[in-house]
């Protein structure tokens, strides 16, 4: 049975930083990309950052560039998303999900396993 199981939200006032963490079970980790996204209240769920199987590459939605990094450690079976310089607007429950695809996607629905989520809250 595959997990994938987040931790590391919490409230965070605006331009504080926390770190994501997803711990993966169940699967073969270092064959499958990763991804991070999010989902605010009444919006649709949202790509933010996914990593290649192998760590050497990495994609990022334009709205978190320079501010957030994803980084996987595949000893670990984690995958991990730095958020920096955190806004208001960033507030979301954010998920982790595993791209079983030759290439690294940025479409929810090509994700083969999600995580339950982990709410990020960001105070102004």
């Known amino acids: 049975q595959v997990q994938l199981v987040e931790s590391g939200g919490g409230l965070v006032q605006a331009g504080g930083s926390l770190r994501l963490s997803c711990l993966a079970s169940?699967?073969?980790?270092?064959?499958?990309?990763m991804g991070w996204f999010r989902q605010a209240p009444g919006k649709e769920r949202e790509f933010v950052a996914a990593?290649?199987?192998?760590?050497?590459?990495?994609t990022y939605a334009d709205s978190v560039k320079g501010r957030f990094t994803i980084s996987r450690d595949n000893a670990k079976n984690t995958v991990y998303l730095q958020m920096n310089s955190l806004k208001p607007e960033d507030t979301a429950v954010y998920y982790c999900?595993?791209?079983?695809?030759?290439?690294?996607?940025?479409?929810?629905?090509?994700?083969?396993?999600w995580g339950q989520g982990t709410q990020v809250t960001v105070s102004s």
């Open positions: 990593i290649a199987w192998s760590g050497g590459r990495t």
């Open positions: 169940g699967l073969s980790f270092s064959d499958y990309h």
């Open positions: 999900a595993a791209d079983s695809g030759l290439m690294v996607r940025v479409t929810p629905k090509r994700y083969d396993y």
